[in-house]
Structure formats: C-alpha cells, structure tokens
C-alpha cells in the first residue's frame, strides 16, 4: 500500500535528517489512511514524528502529535505506535525537564516492547536513560544504559541504538569523565556517519565539542562545534543548535563575538519556550540549569 511506503520513507528521512521530507511524507501517509479509514496507519504514520518537532525546537506539536499516534495505537491495539511515539514522548518530556512525565510514559512504552516488540527495548531504554539524566539520577541512568547494552537484541536495529550510545556519552560528560566521552563521542560519530543518520550529528558533534573543551583542546573542540552548526542549520534543528552554539561561545577568541553566538542561542531557546506547548513546559524548560546559565550569562546585554 502507499501509505505503508511512505511511513517507511518517512522514518528514513527522519533519521536521515531531512526533517522537512519526513513531515511530507507523514502528513501524505495520515491523509491518505483517514480517507481510507487504516487505523494502522492513521497510528502509525507520526509515530516518530515527534522527533523532528523535538529537534526542530517544536516541543509542543512533538507532544501533541506523539500523544494522538500513542492514543490511537492504544485503542486499536497497535504495539508499534505504542512503542515507538512513547518513547518519542518521554524523550520530548526529558528535553523540557517533566521528567516524572517522562518516565511514566517511558514505562508504557517499555511494557509494549517487551510484550509484542522485544528487539525495541534499546530504543525505548534510551528514553529512560534520558529522563534518568535529565533529573540528575546517573546512577540509575547508568543502570538503565548498561540494561540496554546486555539486551540480547542490542543492535538488532543498530540505528535505534544510536540514542542510548548518544546519552552514554552525555552521562560520562555529566560524571566529569571527559575522555570516555571523548570516546564515546568519537565512536558514535563513526556510527552516524557509516549508518548515514544524519539526524544524531549535530548531537554527536556537541558531545564531542563538549568532551574536548573540558579536556582543554579547544581548536579541536571548535572544529567539531563548527561542523555541529553547519549540520543543524542545514536541518534546521533549533532544538540541538542552541546548546552547540552556547558551546561554541567558549571558543571564540573575541569577547563580541562570544556574546553574539550567545545572544543567537538565546533567540532559540526563548522561541523553544514559546513552542514548548504550555506555561508548564515552559516554565520548566527555562529551568534547565543549562538553560538558565544561558538566559544569566546574557542577561544585561540581551537585545530581546
């Protein structure tokens, strides 16, 4: 069936990272199952979708769209879009710090995988992870990551791996273990690249940047920043751009320029606020203690 092909186009546009293809061939999909009253497909079609929203800096309409694809694979049953739009959903709740949120979804999740898609546990365990990470527990982000890694269908589909990989890094960068995330980094790249999922590069680059910063190899750092830029510009993923380009600050020789790189991320996160989808969203991801190092460091200068 087209609406079929074109799901599956989307998820590989999607992870690809052209983002503006993914959501052509989602709402195609959508439009084409309502008329023909595929409740698969109706559920099934934006299942993902909420990763372009999430990375595109659109956390609102990510929710919203994942919420009705979980909501309509409950209803009729369907394990896949239970599976695969809530994870998408507690890693949209983990971005925006509703961690008690996302983990409640993420458990749902975790219950249709294991019930009727086994071979998607890595996925879901990353949307754990991140939540894991996102409150602070990295103990139990640890557990969780090193859960998914012994899964006997770890790598089964080796590009939903590539999330858990992505947080394993960010946990090394959270417990100050800079040249594991140097590792990390530099082996999740080679991945993303051989795998062509371009939507984890701009991601990747920034652990990577981070990692080398704190190991005090600040060209180096600025070469894979710059590249992370150029890569969520050309998707145009506000949602990785603004921490790459709050990194990239750290990096820049003259004092103008550091605060106008700063002064960009900003414009980003306040339009991330305003598309979180409520005052609560928003409120809590202006919370974010990155976040909030942002907004204090442009404080006084900022033109908005």
């Known amino acids: 069936m087209l609406a079929d092909v074109l799901i599956q186009s989307g998820f590989a546009s999607t992870y690809g990272g052209d983002y503006d293809q993914a959501v052509a061939y989602s709402d195609e999909a959508w439009q084409i199952s309502q008329t023909i009253g595929n409740e698969w497909g109706l559920a099934f079609s934006r299942s993902r979708i909420g990763f372009v929203h999430r990375a595109q800096g659109r956390l609102g309409l990510g929710i919203e769209v994942a919420e009705d694809s979980l909501r309509l694979g409950q209803e009729c049953d369907l394990h896949n879009p239970q599976i695969f739009a809530g994870a998408e959903l507690a890693l949209n709740y983990a971005y925006l710090g509703m961690t008690d949120q996302g983990l409640k979804v993420a458990r749902m999740a975790l219950t249709a995988a294991e019930d009727k898609g086994p071979s998607y546990r890595p996925h879901v365990l990353a949307s754990f992870a991140e939540n894991h990470l996102a409150g602070s527990d990295l103990e139990k982000a640890d557990e969780v990551i090193q859960q998914a890694r012994l899964d006997p269908h770890w790598e089964s589909f080796p590009v939903l791996c590539l999330a858990l990989e992505l947080v394993d890094g960010r946990l090394a960068l959270a417990r100050s273990d800079f040249d594991r995330a140097r590792q990390l980094g530099q082996a999740l790249l080679e991945k993303v690249r051989r795998y062509g999922a371009g939507a984890y590069l701009p991601e990747t680059l920034d652990l990577l940047g981070q990692a080398l910063l704190k190991l005090d190899r600040a060209e180096e750092a600025r070469r894979y920043l710059l590249?992370?830029?150029?890569?969520?510009?050309?998707?145009?993923?506000?949602?990785?751009?603004?921490?790459i380009l709050a990194h990239l600050s750290a990096t820049e020789n003259e004092p103008k320029e550091a605060e106008r790189v700063?002064?960009?991320?900003?414009?980003?996160?306040?339009?991330?606020?305003?598309?979180?989808?409520?005052?609560?969203?928003?409120?809590?991801?202006?919370?974010?203690?990155?976040?909030?190092?942002?907004?204090?460091?442009?404080?006084?200068?900022?033109?908005?």
């Open 262 to 304: 700063r002064q960009e991320a900003r414009k980003i996160v306040e339009f991330i606020g305003e598309n979180s989808g409520s005052e609560l969203l928003r409120d809590s991801f202006l919370a974010l203690p990155e976040v909030r190092a942002l907004i204090e460091a442009t404080d006084g200068s900022s033109d908005s």
């Open 227 to 243: 590249e992370g830029r150029e890569a969520a510009e050309a998707n145009g993923a506000k949602g990785h751009l603004w921490p």
